[in-house]
Every structure is written in C-alpha cells, then in structure tokens.
C-alpha cells in the first residue's frame, strides 16, 4: 500500500504563495495518477488538481485553474502543488492521494489564507 505525507502548508497573505509536497512510499509511484484534494471547514472534500503518472497530462478544478500548478518528480516519489495568488477560500486541509482520491487518507496539510 502507498503511503503518502504532505507537508509545506502554513499562513500566507491572500494574493501569497505556497507549494506544497507530497512523499510517497511503497508501491511504484511513476504508475500511480495522484492527485491534490482539499476539505474546508464545514464542507465536503473536494477535488483541487490532478496529475497522470508520466506528469504529461494535468487536471485543475476551475475555482484554482490558472493559479496553482502540479507537478510530480518521480525519481522523488513526490508530487507538488504550486499556489499562486492565494485567495481567503483557498483555506482548508489539502490532501494527496492517488486518484480517484479513495480512503484512506493521510492527514494532510493545513493552508490558511488571511484576507
């Protein structure tokens, strides 16, 4: 089973930057579609961004198209968020995990946007 920690989230500014990674371990990551999720307070997980295995097709929610960015390194095993011009309701938990994003899930990083 692949296990996944993400980390780099924290405070930011609306209109800052974060990037966030995810490790993973245990399987054959290259093979994997992974995927970037986020569930803030008082509403359903829902999906942010995704990437196929190879890193050549990538797909965004339209609420962060055009803002953040994925990418993965897989001589790494990690996959990447980049988020640009960070807005208030970009706040919640953000997740990775293969895609379709089944259980179970990791514990995530916190991302707070201050307006």
């Known amino acids: 089973q692949v296990q996944l920690v993400e980390s780099g989230g924290g405070l930011v500014q609306a209109g800052g930057s974060l990037r966030l990674s995810c490790a993973a371990s245990?399987?054959?990551?290259?093979?994997?579609?992974m995927g970037w999720y986020r569930q803030a307070p008082g509403k359903e997980r829902e999906f942010v961004a995704a990437?196929?295995?190879?890193?050549?097709?990538?797909y965004y929610a339209d609420s962060v198209k055009g803002r953040f960015t994925i990418s993965r390194d897989n001589a790494k095993n990690t996959v990447y968020l980049q988020m640009n011009s960070l807005k208030p309701e970009d706040t919640a938990i953000y997740y990775c995990?293969?895609?379709?994003?089944?259980?179970?899930w990791g514990q995530g990083t916190q991302v707070t946007v201050s307006s």
């Open positions: 995990n293969l895609v379709p994003g089944l259980p179970p």
């Open positions: 245990g399987g054959t990551f290259s093979s994997y579609d």
């Open positions: 990437i196929s295995g190879s890193g050549g097709s990538t």
